[in-house]
């Protein structure tokens, strides 16, 4: 089993930065892959990126390419996501999510773990 655990929600006004964190515990591996997601109120969960623990390669959605990045820290087990010039829509529920595999996908079914989910309110 893998758990993870999000970190770094809150309330940032639009413009405004924040970084979230995604702290990976249990049966973790570099052969697995890890992807952010968020959901607002009434939408279907969205893919916005994801990074593989073993070679660091990322992907970042085209909707938020050049705003959010996603980067990792292996000593620590932690997966980020820098999240820049944020707007309104940008609110959200952010989960990270691991599969067992090393390439990243963009299908959420195709992860078997997923974190709790932090809030992220951005006001105008």
């Known amino acids: 089993q893998v758990q993870l655990v999000e970190s770094g929600g809150g309330l940032v006004q639009a413009g405004g930065s924040l970084r979230l964190s995604c702290a990976a515990s249990?049966?973790?591996?570099?052969?697995?892959?890890m992807g952010w997601f968020r959901q607002a109120p009434g939408k279907a969960r969205e893919f916005l990126g994801g990074?593989?623990?073993?070679?660091?390669?990322?992907y970042h959605a085209d909707s938020v390419k050049g705003r959010f990045t996603i980067s990792r820290d292996n000593a620590k087990n932690t997966v980020y996501l820098q999240m820049n010039s944020l707007k309104v829509e940008d609110t959200a529920v952010y989960y990270c999510?691991?599969?067992?595999?090393?390439?990243?996908?963009?299908?959420?079914?195709?992860?078997?773990?997923w974190g709790q989910g932090t809030q992220v309110t951005v006001s105008s």
């Open positions: 999510a691991a599969r067992s595999d090393p390439v990243v996908v963009t299908e959420r079914w195709q992860y078997s773990y």
């Open positions: 990074i593989s623990w073993s070679d660091g390669t990322t």
């Open positions: 249990g049966r973790t591996s570099r052969r697995y892959a």
